[in-house]
């Protein structure tokens, strides 16, 4: 089983970025898929997660309001819309897929995309 990341790297202030996660080894149609990123120094945060149905949603709160994730169950994929970036949204963001929503933790983990937010 593997979650690969992809779409992170150099954005400045103010910018967008879309992550992109794909599953591959088994369906994880009824698992929660999600996002946490990583600091330098600081612990991991989460970041936002998605119901297998597709339909719920939950952000944390340094994101919420202008990001927007998304999955394709055909495609075994989870997405993550970002928007206003600030520099303290500079991490090393990971996906990761759990067998519950709420809280969501991650049972299946992808090794991480770098962002990195310039002023």
């Known amino acids: 089983v593997q979650l690969v990341e992809s779409g992170g790297g150099l954005v400045q202030v103010g910018g967008s970025l879309r992550l992109s996660c794909a599953a591959s080894g088994r369906t994880f149609s009824s698992h929660a898929l999600g996002w946490f990123r990583q600091a330098p120094g600081k612990e991991r945060e989460f970041v936002a997660a998605?119901?297998?149905?597709?339909?719920?949603?939950y952000y944390g709160d340094s994101v919420a309001g202008r990001s927007t994730i998304s999955r394709d169950h055909a495609k075994n994929t989870v997405d993550l819309k970002m928007n206003s970036l600030k520099p303290e949204d500079t991490a090393v963001y990971y996906c990761?897929?759990?067998?519950?929503?709420?809280?969501?933790?991650?049972?299946?983990w992808g090794q991480g995309t770098q962002v990195a937010v310039s002023s």
């Open positions: 998605i119901a297998g149905s597709g339909v719920d949603r």
């Open positions: 990761a897929a759990g067998p519950r929503f709420l809280p969501f933790g991650g049972d299946y």
